[in-house]
């Protein structure tokens, strides 16, 4: 059974800080692209950062959290996270992982993270 479960969101001010972490298990994770996609209220699904599967390890984000945000795997963890630096109020959303093995995609139900004052 397929399972990508997060954590790590909250409540936090502006300019603080926040690591989401994303357990996987059930499929392949070390040779699995992984990512987090974002929905803020009344926005469409945004891709915030991607990271491809090893020895590359490729990295991309979104223009609006370049700089800020980090994501990494550990393969030994089967965990991806994503360092959230800087917060705006603008991050605020519902934060989902994902992975994609070939043509399978999975996700994760979502954690919510805001950020105000």
């Known amino acids: 059974q397929v399972q990508l479960v997060e954590s790590g969101g909250g409540l936090v001010q502006p300019g603080g800080s926040l690591r989401l972490s994303c357990a996987a298990s059930g499929f392949t994770f070390s040779t699995s692209a992984l990512g987090w996609h974002r929905r803020a209220p009344g926005k469409e699904r945004e891709l915030v950062a991607s990271i491809t599967a090893p020895p590359v390890g490729n990295t991309n984000y979104v223009d609006s959290v370049k700089g800020r945000f980090t994501i990494t795997r550990d393969n030994a963890k089967n965990t991806v996270y994503l360092q959230m630096n800087s917060l705006k109020p603008e991050d605020t959303a519902v934060y989902y992982c994902?992975?994609?093995?070939?043509?399978?995609?999975?996700w994760g139900q979502g954690t919510q993270v805001t950020v105000t004052s």
């Open positions: 994902y992975a994609r093995n070939g043509v399978q995609i999975y």
